[in-house]
C-alpha cells in the first residue's frame, strides 16, 4: 500500500516537474509570437512607448493595409507556387536519389554521394553572380523556371543526405518482399521505401518549405519584373530605408508566418508514429 | 542484363545529378577560379594573383580566424546547449502526456520566425537601453541584482547571449527530428524493458541512446553547419561585427564582397576556405558516427 | 496513372509560367531601377505626371533593401542587362569602376549645356560627389557622371525639453567640446542617456572620426594621410582617437552604443530617451513619423579645436546614372532634367521630408529641415576627395574606435594597429 503511493506521488512529481520543463520552454518561444502580434496591432507612435503586452486599442486596420498592399496577394501566390513545385521537386528527387544511394549498386556511388555531401558544407555566399550569370545563359533569368531550379537544387544536398541516411535504417526484408512480388525497381521504390519514409519526408518538406518560403535575396537579384516577386521581397517594402513602419511590418509577417505554421501542422502529424512499429521490430 | 541494371540504377540519381551539375557545380567553379584573382566585382577585367588571396587568408587575417573562433564557440553551445535541450524536449514529449501536440507546435514557432522579428523582441527583451530588459528584471526580482549585466553591450557576454538567442531559434529542428527518431522505437521495446525491471534511467541509457545514435550524428552535422554559417541574427541582436566580438566567417566574406576595392577574389578565397574547413570537421563527424556503427 | 496526369499538368504550368510576356510598346519606356523604398509613391506619382505630359512612360521599380539592391546592380551590371536608369550606392571608386566599363554615360555635355544651366541648378557640394575632377587618382577623365536627386547632411541633434532639464539652454547647444563632455557628468547624474547613433554601423563611427580629424588636422593633412604621406600615428591622429575615449569617460554616450543599429538609436531619440543624437538629415523624416511633438534642433558635432573649421559629412544623398548602353539615353536625360527641377524637387521634397538638391527649392522646406541644409556650408564628403582609403584601414579604423569605447584599447594601441594595415595596403599597392 505504502510502496503503491509512493510510486504514484513520485510518478506525479516527475509529470509536474516535466510539464513545468516543458511549460517554461513554451513560454520563451510563444512570447515572441505574441508580441509580433501585439505589435501589429499598435500605431507606429506607440510601438516602442508602450510595452505593454495588451495595447489599449486594437488597430485591426493594419492588417487590411498590408493586403491591399500593391502586389501584396500576387507575391503571395508567387511563394505559394514556388514553394510547393520546389518543395515537390526536391522530394521526388531526392527521394529517388537518396534510395538509390542507400540500396542500389552502381559505379561512382560513393563518389557522387561525398559529392552531394561536400555541396552540403561548402555554401558559396558569392555564388548568387555567377547564378545570375547562369541563368542568363541559359535565358531562364527572369523566370520562375529559373527560380524554382536554382532553389531545388539549394535545398537538394541536405534532403538527399536526411533520405539516405534514412533509407539506410530500413530493414531490407520488407524490400524483398516487394521484389519477390514481382515489383520493379520504382514500384518498389513508390510503394515501399516511400510510404515508409513519411516521417523523414516530413521533415525535408518542412525544412525546405520554410527556406524557400523564407528566401528573397536570390529572388530580389534575378527577377526583374514585379509580377513574379515572391512575398518576403514585398514584405521588404516596409522596412523602409529610412523609416520602417513596425505595425504594418509585424502585420505583414504574421500574415508570413501562417502558411509555414500550416505546412508544419499538416507535416507534424505524419511524424507521429509514422512507422507501424510491427514491421520494423518483425 | 548487368549494364542494364545499372543504367536503370543511374536514372535514379540523374535528375539530382543533372540539376546539381548546372547549378551548383558551375557556380562553385567560377567561385572557386575566382580566389585566384584580384577583381572589384564590376570591371571587366580580373588581376592574377595565384595563391596570394589563400596565402593571406592564413598568415595574415587575423580577423578572419577570430571570426572562426566565435563561429566555433556559437557551434559548441549549439551542439550541447541547444541539442541537450531539444533531445529533453523531445524525449518528454515523446511519452504519453498530455499537451504533446500543443507543446509539438509551439516548439516550432521559433524556427518558422523571420530573423527580423527575433532579432527585434530580443534586443528588446535584452537590451536596458531601448527596451524591456526583462531578463535584468526578472533577476532583480528573484533576488539576485548583482547578476544583472549589459548581456548585449558587454563584450564578455555578447557573444554567450548571441549563442543562446541562436539555440532558442534553432532548437526546434533538433527537437523535430529527435521526435522523428524517437517515434521510430517502437514502445513495445520499453514495455518489455519495464517488466523486466527497468527504471526510466536505464531505459533511456540501455535502450533510446543506441537506437538514436545515427540520429544524434545527423542532428550533430547539421548543427554544426547551420551554427557555422549563422550571421543574419548577429545583424539583428548587435547591429556588427562589435569590434570582431561578433565577427563570424559569412559577415567578413559578405564585408570583403561590399567593399569597394578589389577584394571579390579575396572573398570567393574566404569562402573556399571556410568550405574546406567545414567539410573536414563534418567528415571526422561523419567518420566518427560510422565507426561507432 | 495519376502520376501521368500529374507530371502533364506540371509541364503545362511551367510553359505558361515559364514564358515571360513581351509587350511592344510604340513610345519608349524608361526603366529605372531604385532603391528608395520611402519615395517609392512619390515617384509613381511623378511618373504619372511626366507621362500626361510627354506620353512618355516612366517605369520606377523598387528593389529593397539597399544592399541587395547594390549587388542586384552589380550582377546585372556583369551581365550587362543594366536598366536605363540606376543608382550605384558605394563609394567613389565603385563609380569609377562602373565608368570604366562602359555603364556609365557622361553627362558632362548635358550638363553644362545652355550655360551650364542644369549645372548649376544644383549646390555644388551635390553634384561634386558624381563628379571626377582632373588628375583625379581614379584614372577617368573629368566629367560628371550622375545626377542628385536630393542631398542629405550628418549632423547632431539635440533634445530641447531634456537640456532645459538638465539646466541647460535649450537653445544653446554645447558648441565645444568641453561643455559636451561637461554634460555628460550631469546627464549621468540625471539618470539619462546622452549620444545615440547606429554605431553598431561602422560607417557612423567612420563619420564623425572623419569630422573631428577634419577639424583637429585640416582637409589636407588628412588627405596627405590617405595618400601615405603621413602615418596614422601621428599625434593629431591620436587626439581625434582620444575624443572618443574622451567621450566614454565623461559619460556622455548611451549605455550600449557600440552595438546599436541606428534605427534603436532613431526611437530612442524621438521617444525622448536620448538627449543627443548623432543622424543625418533622413531623420527629420522618422522622428515625424514617430513622435510628432518632439522639440529638438540640429547643430554641429561640438569643435575640438579652433584651428580648423569643424566638417561634416554632407552632399548627394542619392544620385542616378544614365545607362550608357540604353536605347533611350536621351530620354533618360530628359527625363532626369524635369526631375531635378525646382517644382519636382519642391514636391519630393515636402512628400517626403528631404533636402532638394536643386538649389531654388530650399525656400519651400520646413524649418527644422532648413536647419540641416545650413550645414551644408560645411559638409564634405569622402567621394569629393579625389582618393579613396582602402576599405581594410577603413575597417580597422571603425573597430578600432568601437574597441576604445568599450574600453578594450587605448588610442596609442588602435593608431598603431591602422598604421600596421595601413602599411600594408601601400605596400600592395606599390606592388601593383
Redesign the interface.
Known amino acids: 500500500m505504502q510502496h503503491a503511493l509512493y510510486y504514484k506521488s513520485k510518478k506525479f512529481l516527475t509529470n509536474a516537474l516535466i510539464h513545468l520543463f516543458l511549460i517554461s520552454v513554451a513560454i520563451t518561444c510563444l512570447y515572441p509570437l505574441f508580441w509580433m502580434i501585439i505589435s501589429s496591432l499598435k500605431t507606429q507612435d506607440f510601438i516602442f512607448k508602450d510595452i505593454s503586452l495588451i495595447p489599449h486599442q486594437f488597430h485591426f486596420e493594419n492588417y487590411a493595409n498590408v493586403l491591399r498592399e500593391n502586389g501584396f496577394g500576387r507575391s503571395f501566390v508567387n511563394s505559394v507556387i514556388y514553394t510547393s513545385f520546389s518543395v515537390f521537386g526536391i522530394v521526388i528527387i531526392a527521394s529517388l536519389a537518396g534510395y538509390a544511394f542507400s540500396r542500389l549498386r552502381f559505379p561512382g556511388r560513393i563518389v557522387l554521394f561525398y559529392m552531394f555531401m561536400a555541396a552540403m558544407m561548402i555554401p558559396i555566399p558569392a555564388s548568387i553572380v555567377p547564378l545570375y550569370l547562369l541563368l542568363n545563359k541559359l535565358h531562364l533569368r527572369d523566370t520562375p523556371v529559373g527560380y524554382i531550379l536554382c532553389m531545388i537544387s539549394v535545398g537538394l544536398s541536405v534532403s538527399i543526405f536526411l533520405l539516405k541516411t534514412f533509407f539506410d535504417r530500413i530493414p531490407r526484408e520488407l524490400e524483398d518482399a516487394g521484389r519477390i512480388d514481382g515489383c520493379s525497381k520504382i514500384g518498389i521504390w513508390w510503394h515501399v521505401a516511400l510510404p515508409l519514409a513519411k516521417p523523414v519526408i516530413a521533415v525535408v518538406v518542412v525544412f525546405n518549405a520554410l527556406n524557400v518560403w523564407n528566401e528573397y535575396i536570390l529572388a530580389l537579384i534575378i527577377f526583374d519584373s514585379r509580377k513574379f516577386m515572391p512575398l518576403q521581397v514585398v514584405l521588404q517594402i516596409f522596412q523602409g530605408e529610412f523609416v520602417t513602419n513596425y505595425p504594418l511590418l509585424m502585420a505583414g509577417l504574421t500574415i508570413a508566418a501562417l502558411p509555414i505554421i500550416i505546412v508544419y501542422l499538416l507535416m507534424q502529424k505524419y511524424i507521429i508514429k509514422g512507422i507501424t512499429s510491427g514491421a520494423i521490430v518483425g | 542484363m548487368k549494364i542494364r541494371d545499372t543504367l536503370e540504377n543511374y536514372v535514379f540519381v540523374l535528375p539530382a545529378v543533372v540539376i546539381f551539375s548546372i547549378f551548383y557545380i558551375i557556380p562553385f567553379i567560377w567561385v572557386f577560379q575566382l580566389g585566384l584573382f584580384e577583381w572589384d566585382g564590376i570591371s571587366f577585367t580580373k588581376v592574377f594573383v595565384g595563391l596570394a588571396n589563400y596565402k593571406e587568408i592564413f598568415f595574415l587575417d587575423h580577423s578572419w580566424w577570430q571570426s572562426i573562433w566565435n563561429a566555433g564557440y556559437i557551434t559548441l553551445i549549439a551542439l550541447t546547449f541547444q541539442n541537450i535541450l531539444a533531445f529533453m524536449l523531445a524525449w518528454a514529449c515523446d511519452r504519453e502526456i498530455r499537451l504533446k501536440n500543443f507543446y509539438r507546435v509551439i516548439f516550432f514557432i521559433p524556427p518558422v520566425l523571420s530573423e527580423v522579428v527575433v532579432g527585434m523582441v530580443w534586443r528588446f527583451i535584452i537590451n536596458d537601453v531601448e527596451g524591456a530588459n526583462m531578463i535584468n528584471r526578472m533577476l532583480a526580482g528573484a533576488g539576485f541584482p548583482n547578476l544583472m549585466h549589459h548581456w548585449l553591450s558587454d563584450p564578455k557576454t555578447v557573444l554567450t547571449t548571441v549563442a543562446i538567442v541562436h539555440c532558442w531559434k534553432g532548437f526546434g529542428w533538433g527537437f523535430l527530428i529527435f521526435l522523428a527518431g524517437l517515434q521510430t522505437i517502437p514502445h513495445q521495446i520499453y514495455e518489455s524493458a519495464r517488466v523486466d525491471g527497468a527504471n526510466a534511467w536505464q531505459s533511456l541509457k540501455k535502450i533510446t541512446f543506441p537506437l538514436m545514435i545515427p540520429v544524434m550524428v545527423l542532428v550533430g552535422i547539421l548543427t554544426v553547419l547551420g551554427s557555422m554559417q549563422a550571421f543574419a541574427l548577429i545583424l539583428g541582436l548587435v547591429g556588427g561585427e562589435f569590434a570582431g566580438h561578433t565577427s563570424v566567417p559569412v559577415l567578413r566574406i559578405l564585408a570583403a564582397m561590399r567593399s569597394s576595392s578589389p577584394r571579390f577574389g579575396y572573398a570567393c578565397a574566404q569562402g573556399i576556405s571556410f568550405g574546406m574547413i567545414l567539410v573536414v570537421i563534418s567528415f571526422i563527424q561523419y567518420r566518427f558516427s560510422r565507426k561507432g556503427q | 496513372m495519376l502520376l501521368r496526369k500529374v507530371f502533364v499538368a506540371?509541364f503545362l504550368?511551367?510553359s505558361v509560367?515559364?514564358?515571360?510576356a513581351q509587350l511592344l510598346d510604340s513610345k519608349p519606356t524608361i526603366s529605372i531601377w531604385h532603391?528608395?523604398?520611402?519615395r517609392?509613391p512619390a515617384f509613381q506619382e511623378l511618373a504619372k505626371k511626366y507621362e500626361t505630359l510627354t506620353g512618355i512612360k516612366i517605369n520606377f521599380?523598387?528593389?529593397?533593401?539597399?544592399?541587395?539592391?547594390?549587388?542586384?546592380v552589380?550582377?546585372?551590371?556583369?551581365?550587362v542587362?543594366l536598366?536605363d536608369v540606376f543608382g550605384i550606392l558605394?563609394?567613389k571608386?565603385?563609380l569609377a569602376?562602373?565608368v570604366?566599363?562602359g555603364h556609365v554615360l557622361d553627362l558632362t555635355a548635358n550638363m553644362e549645356a545652355n550655360n551650364n544651366s542644369w549645372k548649376n541648378s544644383f549646390f555644388s557640394k551635390a553634384l561634386a560627389v558624381n563628379e571626377f575632377g582632373p588628375q583625379n587618382s581614379y584614372g577617368i577623365n573629368q566629367g560628371i557622371f550622375g545626377v542628385p536627386v536630393d542631398i542629405m547632411t550628418i549632423q547632431m541633434v539635440y533634445n530641447k525639453k531634456l537640456l532645459a532639464q538638465l539646466g541647460l539652454n535649450p537653445d544653446r547647444p554645447p558648441k565645444t567640446l568641453p561643455e559636451f563632455l561637461d554634460a555628460g557628468a550631469k546627464i549621468q547624474a540625471a539618470g539619462m542617456?546622452g549620444l545615440v547613433s547606429?554605431w553598431?554601423?561602422?560607417w557612423m563611427i567612420d563619420c564623425l572620426a572623419n569630422n573631428y580629424a577634419f577639424n583637429i588636422m585640416g582637409k589636407d593633412k588628412v588627405l596627405a594621410t590617405i595618400k601615405g604621406e603621413v602615418a596614422y600615428t601621428d599625434p593629431d591622429w591620436i587626439r581625434v582617437f582620444a575624443i572618443f575615449k574622451q567621450m566614454k569617460d565623461s559619460g556622455i554616450l548611451?549605455?550600449?552604443?557600440?552595438?546599436?543599429?541606428n534605427?534603436?538609436a532613431e526611437?530612442?531619440f524621438a521617444?525622448e530617451?536620448a538627449v543627443f543624437a548623432f543622424n543625418g538629415s533622413?531623420?527629420v523624416?522618422?522622428y515625424k513619423?514617430?513622435?510628432?511633438n518632439l522639440e529638438y534642433g540640429a547643430m554641429l558635432p561640438p569643435e575640438a579645436s579652433e584651428r580648423f573649421p569643424m566638417a561634416i559629412w554632407g552632399g548627394a544623398g542619392s544620385s542616378f546614372m544614365v545607362n550608357a548602353r540604353s536605347k533611350h539615353k536621351e530620354e533618360a536625360v530628359k527625363f532626369l532634367t524635369w526631375l531635378t527641377d525646382e517644382d519636382q524637387q519642391a514636391y519630393l521634397a515636402s512628400a517626403t521630408n528631404n533636402l532638394p538638391a536643386n538649389r531654388n527649392s530650399l525656400s519651400k522646406i520646413p524649418e527644422k529641415l532648413a536647419q540641416f541644409a545650413r550645414g551644408m556650408d560645411y559638409a564634405t564628403h569622402p567621394n569629393v576627395w579625389g582618393v579613396?582609403e582602402?576599405?581594410?584601414v577603413v575597417?580597422a579604423f571603425g573597430?578600432?574606435i568601437?574597441?576604445i569605447i568599450?574600453g578594450?584599447k587605448t588610442p596609442e594601441q588602435v593608431a598603431a594597429e591602422v598604421q600596421k594595415i595601413k602599411e600594408?595596403e601601400l605596400a600592395r599597392q606599390r606592388a601593383?
Not at chain 3, 548611451?254 to 543599429?261: D, N, R, Y
Open positions: 506540371v504550368l511551367f509560367f515559364g514564358c515571360s532603391w528608395m523604398t520611402d517609392d521599380e523598387l528593389y529593397a533593401p539597399s544592399d541587395v539592391y547594390k549587388q542586384k552589380r550582377a546585372a551590371a556583369q551581365g542587362n536598366p558605394g563609394e571608386s565603385d569602376s562602373f570604366k566599363a542617456q547606429g553598431g554601423e561602422l548611451a549605455q550600449g552604443l557600440v552595438t546599436m543599429i534605427k534603436s526611437q530612442l521617444n530617451k533622413w531623420c523624416n522618422v513619423g514617430m513622435n510628432v579613396s582602402s576599405s581594410l575597417d573597430q578600432g568601437q574597441s568599450i578594450e600594408r601593383r
